[in-house]
């Protein structure tokens, strides 16, 4: 009865090439967000879809593109990987309007760049 | 830029004792406030929110909020080794204008010695 799963739990890859990661919550959430928490454990966050619309859209590399094919999927796509980019990509979603709009994470996603 | 600032730690506290974590924002406009508890290689998880002035209990936690300090606190009572961990305080500013973006702040690392 996963709430927020994640996958890959775990991805290495060489500087350059493409990968993806995917999320689904079963929360029955609107609205859903990608995280980066980098070496320093800093959670800073990237995008948020509500109902499947772009809504936030932080100061990130166009080499990230979200896509949000319903509401219960988020998945981020990442081009060109640069060393950088290696840190723990968090999937959350909330309930949009609801009183505290408490959001809740997936696993996490840990990506290292070689 | 929304800020929200923390202790970084480490907080060491004897079983038993009160551990009290501390976070200041810069936006007055900040309406809700969370606090997330974060284990070693896992993903954060809501351990209270609070958006009113003043006190709210939850068992062994008390978060406290002064918005007109701009001021918002976790205190853990009867603290035990399980309760050691990163505290992220966590605010979402006015939805008007960030859609209810969350700022986190960089974590208090909460060492809790038997």
């Known amino acids: 009865d996963t709430a927020v799963s994640q996958t890959p739990k775990y991805l290495v890859t060489q500087m350059g090439n493409d990968k993806s990661i995917k999320c689904e919550q079963n929360?029955?959430?609107?609205?859903m967000y990608w995280y980066k928490q980098d070496s320093k454990k800093f959670l800073k966050i990237m995008f948020s879809?509500?109902?499947?619309?772009?809504?936030i859209n932080e100061t990130v590399p166009n080499r990230f593109s979200p896509k949000s094919p319903d509401k219960a999927h988020l998945n981020l796509h990442i081009n060109s990987l640069e060393l950088g980019d290696s840190a723990v990509y968090f999937c959350?979603?909330?309930?949009?309007?609801?009183?505290?709009?408490?959001?809740?994470f997936g696993p996490g996603t840990r990506l290292l760049v070689l | 830029q929304k800020e929200v600032e923390q202790n970084s730690g480490p907080l060491s506290v004897p079983e038993g004792a009160i551990a009290s974590l501390n976070c200041t924002y810069s936006d007055r406009g900040s309406q809700s406030f969370f606090w997330y508890r974060q284990y070693s290689g896992k993903s954060p998880e809501l351990i209270m929110f609070?958006?009113?002035?003043g006190d709210k209990e939850d068992g062994r936690f008390t978060a406290q909020l002064n918005k007109a300090s701009q001021y918002v606190s976790l205190l853990i009572r009867d603290s035990q080794p399980s309760d050691s961990a990163t505290y992220l305080c966590?605010?979402?500013?006015?939805?008007?204008?960030?859609?209810?973006?969350?700022?986190f702040g960089r974590g208090t690392q909460l060492t809790v010695w038997p």
């Open positions: 609070i958006y009113s002035n």
């Open positions: 966590a605010v979402i500013t006015d939805r008007g204008s960030t859609l209810g973006r969350l700022y």
């Open positions: 879809y509500n109902n499947k619309e772009l809504i």
């Open positions: 959350a979603s909330s309930l949009w309007g609801t009183s505290q709009e408490t959001q809740y």
């Open positions: 929360l029955g959430h609107d609205t």
